[in-house]
């Protein structure tokens, strides 16, 4: 039995093996699928308006879990480490086939929806998921079809989510019981024994960055994006904590995207139609775009209330401190509209160095920006993961490793191949510690930071005078309105400058020591941007 909005008259859930005795619920509204989640004790609504849901025992990726099926077509294209994780076909059918059987018996939920928000390169999607509120991010989270295209609509890639099936290790072919396996010869991807929604959102990326490079000559990237009055394109890299969401969500920018983009021919395109941002410890001052975005048809995941009341409580990490929220991009005012822009003119490196090293800001050649591009640093402090007490150097390729199944080197390559293209300015800029590590310093003004990115955009720091550092070679502007010209050089923020040295050697030393594992690959000129380092 079916029940839907619209759908394409031809599609079936027996073209993917799943013969069920329950409903199938076709492209519901949210407004339905919020009714489906209360109706049947799986959310209860804030009185914000959005509806509150736990993902069960995974309340983030299981990173362990996720698999890439190894054939023809991966075998030797894909960057086979500890991340992208190779399994034999047999197991991706075995499990598919259970989840299949899995359903037989369930009601199910189909989304149509569309990766990329630019037309010339978008992939669509199908979507079968077990929860309705599975269904609802996915609608939150992509490109929605209109109705047109929902009535033609042929999926290039689809999805089997089933966060209550569980595998059996010892004959699956996996680790544990919960999995996501993607297979490119199928143009599939299989979830199970995780209700996280996360790894429906990093499954597509993982394949659009395995494709777009590939097959569209597009870089695609883990960062955030925003445009100006003059159409001019801005995006920014950078790991959890570094500030992407803060420092791209500007009033006097158009939002782009927070999280995944791609560098066409074209320009510069969101993959997604919606955000999915952190809420632990959120508050209207620190965030007013995300707070506000939270009401109807967003998705709040592990969060708690306050006592006797339906009012979120943003602190409360008794579930997990991953706390989530997905909504609609069009729940933020300030956006482009499409998700589309230009080339970029500058591209912003963001790290949050707890060592006190780097400097605030500074202008990389093209070979620094491929080597910092492959590092992807920054640090974590106490509190921000178990058993760590003093600060930890932490790099991710690309700023983002475990959704980039291609080799590090060949998404730098692209980037410098762009730069060149397009004339882009690449910065670093340090979130950080200032005048000492994570203990001693302090963190960088934010309203420092603010000044900074916005004389670069400006071409505030175009034509003044800069300075190298010594040890990493970064070129420093000596000048830049409204901050103090101590701050823009790291080494005169702190009180002992031996111990500003040997701190700032051990950190190269990390860097060089983190490199070594690319360097057959790196090409001469990636490998000349290295700090002056003693490992």
């Not at 939920?109 to 928000?117: E, G, L, T």
């Not at 490109?143 to 595998?167: C, K, M, S």
């Not at 882009?424 to 900074?452: D, H």
Request: hydrophobic residues 35%; aromatic residues 12%; proline residues 5%.
């Amino acid at each position: 039995m079916e029940k839907f909005g619209v759908k394409n008259p031809k599609a079936s859930l027996a073209q993917y093996g799943i013969q069920t005795k329950g409903k199938a619920y076709w492209n519901l509204s949210p407004e339905e699928l919020i009714e489906e989640t209360v109706t049947r004790g799986l959310g209860v609504l804030a009185d914000n308006g959005a509806i509150c849901i736990h993902t069960g025992t995974f309340t983030g990726r299981s990173p362990k879990d996720r698999f890439i099926v190894k054939d023809e077509i991966t075998r030797d294209t894909c960057d086979w480490n500890d991340i992208n994780l190779p399994i034999d076909g047999k197991f991706f059918y075995q499990l598919r086939e259970k989840i299949q059987q899995y359903f037989a018996d369930k009601d199910v939920f189909v989304r149509d929806a569309i990766a990329i928000a630019d037309q010339e390169y978008q992939v669509p999607l199908r979507v079968i998921t077990e929860y309705p509120w599975s269904n609802q991010f996915v609608y939150n989270m992509f490109v929605r079809p209109t109705e047109e295209q929902h009535l033609h609509f042929d999926p290039e890639w689809v999805i089997y989510n089933a966060p209550g099936f569980e595998a059996d290790p010892e004959i699956d072919g996996i680790r544990q019981k919960n999995f996501a396996i993607i297979n490119f010869s199928e143009k599939q991807i299989i979830i199970g024994g995780t209700g996280y929604t996360g790894e429906i959102k990093k499954g597509v990326f993982s394949v659009l960055n395995y494709m777009l490079p590939k097959e569209r000559d597009v870089l695609a990237m883990h960062c955030s994006a925003n445009i100006g009055k003059d159409n001019d394109v801005a995006i920014f890299f950078g790991l959890s904590g570094t500030g992407k969401t803060t420092l791209s969500a500007d009033p006097n920018r158009l939002l782009i995207g927070d999280d995944e983009h791609g560098w066409s021919k074209n320009g510069v395109f969101n993959f997604e139609g919606g955000c999915y941002a952190k809420t632990i410890d959120l508050t209207k001052e620190k965030e007013p775009e995300i707070f506000g975005a939270i009401r109807h048809r967003a998705i709040l995941e592990n969060i708690g209330f306050h006592k006797n009341t339906r009012t979120v409580d943003y602190s409360d990490s008794s579930i997990t401190q991953n706390t989530r929220v997905s909504y609609p991009i069009y729940n933020i005012d300030n956006i482009a509209k499409p998700s589309v822009g230009g080339h970029p003119k500058h591209i912003f490196f963001l790290t949050a160095d707890a060592f006190g090293v780097l400097p605030p800001i500074s202008l990389l050649t093209p070979a620094q920006a491929m080597y910092y591009f492959i590092s992807g640093y920054t640090a974590k402090v106490a509190g921000t993961e178990v058993g760590i007490v003093d600060p930890k150097a932490t790099f991710s390729a690309c700023f983002g490793a475990p959704f980039m199944p291609l080799h590090p080197t060949y998404y730098a390559e692209m980037l410098g191949q762009k730069m060149e293209d397009y004339g882009a300015q690449v910065w670093l800029v340090n979130t950080g510690w200032t005048g000492g590590a994570f203990g001693t310093g302090n963190r960088i003004r934010l309203r420092y930071t603010r000044s900074m990115i916005t004389a670069a955009l400006e071409g505030k720091l175009d034509n003044i005078a800069y300075a190298t550092h010594p040890i990493f070679g970064l070129e420093m502007p000596t000048k830049c309105p409204g901050v103090p010209d101590d701050v823009l050089n790291p080494r005169h923020t702190w009180d002992d400058k031996e111990a500003y040295d040997v701190q700032a050697m051990d950190l190269a030393n990390a860097f060089v020591d983190n490199f070594k594992k690319f360097e057959h690959k790196a090409s001469d000129k990636i490998l000349s941007a290295a700090p002056t380092a003693m490992v």
